[in-house]
């Protein structure tokens, strides 16, 4: 056999296994497009299935403490405005959604006699509805949500000055999440109805959050609370 031979026999092989090689990429790629539809399809199960557990947590709450009833949903609302406002990723503003949510979740296991009162708690009844965030995060601390929901729920009490609860962790240490919930919480808590007072309205909410920036509440999630209302771009509805 020649060199012209050899070589084209050389050549017709290499192209043989180059094909050969080409039919194995595309079935491999076949393979790992089924993978990532399967995989696909379970998170979006998985999404369905979280969404309809904290569906169910929230009508538990809101029947036990009716006079909160939408509460937790315009705290999302306002927390999420505010996380968008921010430019935070949406892994983190899903993470806000859920944990807002569900940030009361803790007062299932308040007395409703407590929760009710049409009037200012004492000492005493005030040191059960505080114990709230925790019994939250013990009930949800071993469910593996995507973002820290759990956290964010033990949190959310927390005050930059390290007078809030239940940890009396301040700054840095409290998640950027949470002091996002703290600043919706407490907006919506003063704009709305309460069993021991009426709504006392939204300039009253601003006034405080303002007068206690950097103290009790985040600075920047302040200010951004502050511009969303000012340029009329969130209302509760």
Same mark, same amino acid.
């Given at each position: 056999m020649g060199d012209k031979e050899k070589t084209e026999e050389l050549l017709i092989k290499e192209i043989t296994d180059l094909r050969h090689r080409i039919t194995e990429l595309e079935e491999a790629d076949t #393979?790992?497009?089924?993978?990532? =539809?399967?995989?696909?399809?379970?998170?979006?199960?998985?999404?369905?299935?979280?969404?309809f557990i904290i569906d169910v947590i929230v009508m538990a709450v809101e029947t036990r403490d009716p006079y909160?009833? *939408?509460? %937790?949903?315009?705290?999302?609302?306002l927390a999420r405005s505010i996380a968008m406002e921010m430019n935070l990723t949406p892994e983190i503003i899903d993470g806000i959604r859920m944990a807002g949510l569900i940030h009361d979740l803790g007062k299932i296991s308040i007395p409703a006699e407590i929760l009710g009162l049409p009037? @200012?708690?004492?000492?005493? #009844? @005030?040191?059960?509805?505080?114990?709230?965030? =925790?019994? *939250? @995060? %013990?009930?949800?601390?071993?469910?593996d949500f995507a973002r820290p929901v759990a956290l964010m729920i033990y949190q959310h009490h927390e005050r930059m000055n390290g007078s809030g609860y239940p940890q009396g962790i301040k700054g840095g240490e409290i998640l950027l999440e949470a002091r996002i919930l703290a600043v919706a919480d407490v907006v919506e808590a003063i704009c709305t109805h309460r069993p021991y007072r009426p709504a006392l309205g939204i300039d009253k909410a601003l006034k405080e959050i303002t007068q206690h920036r950097g103290v009790l509440y985040d600075p920047e999630v302040v200010d951004v609370c502050i511009k969303l209302f000012g340029e009329e771009r969130f209302k509760f509805k």
């Amino acid at each position: 056999m020649g060199d012209k031979e050899k070589t084209e026999e050389l050549l017709i092989k290499e192209i043989t296994d180059l094909r050969h090689r080409i039919t194995e990429l595309e079935e491999a790629d076949t #393979e790992l497009k089924k993978a990532k =539809e399967t995989l696909s399809y379970s998170l979006d199960k998985l999404r369905k299935a979280t969404r309809f557990i904290i569906d169910v947590i929230v009508m538990a709450v809101e029947t036990r403490d009716p006079y909160t009833s *939408g509460h %937790q949903k315009r705290v999302t609302d306002l927390a999420r405005s505010i996380a968008m406002e921010m430019n935070l990723t949406p892994e983190i503003i899903d993470g806000i959604r859920m944990a807002g949510l569900i940030h009361d979740l803790g007062k299932i296991s308040i007395p409703a006699e407590i929760l009710g009162l049409p009037r @200012y708690l004492n000492n005493v #009844e @005030y040191s059960v509805v505080k114990t709230h965030p =925790e019994i *939250g @995060y %013990q009930i949800l601390k071993d469910i593996d949500f995507a973002r820290p929901v759990a956290l964010m729920i033990y949190q959310h009490h927390e005050r930059m000055n390290g007078s809030g609860y239940p940890q009396g962790i301040k700054g840095g240490e409290i998640l950027l999440e949470a002091r996002i919930l703290a600043v919706a919480d407490v907006v919506e808590a003063i704009c709305t109805h309460r069993p021991y007072r009426p709504a006392l309205g939204i300039d009253k909410a601003l006034k405080e959050i303002t007068q206690h920036r950097g103290v009790l509440y985040d600075p920047e999630v302040v200010d951004v609370c502050i511009k969303l209302f000012g340029e009329e771009r969130f209302k509760f509805k």
